[in-house]
């Protein structure tokens, strides 16, 4: 698959409200090429409700992960995600920043 193919069919799915399961690294770059692909206030509204879910999903696990006295090491790296993704969506959201989304994607892929 070429990288026109990869956007082309990121392109044809800005159409689509995606469910979000986890924030692997393979679900964070699907979303940062629905991201790149987003022309349409409609689409930066989805963006933000899957970056919304991946915010929740975060969340949950620095409760838990706080809760079960994860080290120290481990926290701050979910913390770091959590924050990434909430910038993420500012970008998106007040913005329509897809470039700066992407990247705020990128740097939370390689914590992952």
Do not use: F, K, P
């Not at 979000?20 to 991201?35: G, K």
């Not at 992960?65 to 969506?89: C, K, P």
């Amino acid at each position: 698959m070429t990288l026109h193919d990869l956007y082309t069919d990121a392109a044809m799915h800005a159409d689509d409200l995606t469910s979000i399961d986890d924030y692997s690294a393979a679900t964070l770059r699907a979303l940062a090429e629905r991201i790149a692909a987003s022309t349409e206030v409609e689409h930066m509204i989805y963006r933000e409700s899957e970056l919304d879910e991946v915010w929740r999903l975060l969340d949950a696990d620095v409760a838990a992960a706080a809760r079960n006295g994860l080290n120290d090491a481990q926290l701050q790296r979910l913390l770091s995600l959590r924050e990434l993704v909430i910038e993420a969506h500012d970008l998106v959201g007040n913005d329509s920043d897809t470039r700066g989304a992407c990247e705020r994607l990128a740097r939370a892929i390689a914590l992952v």
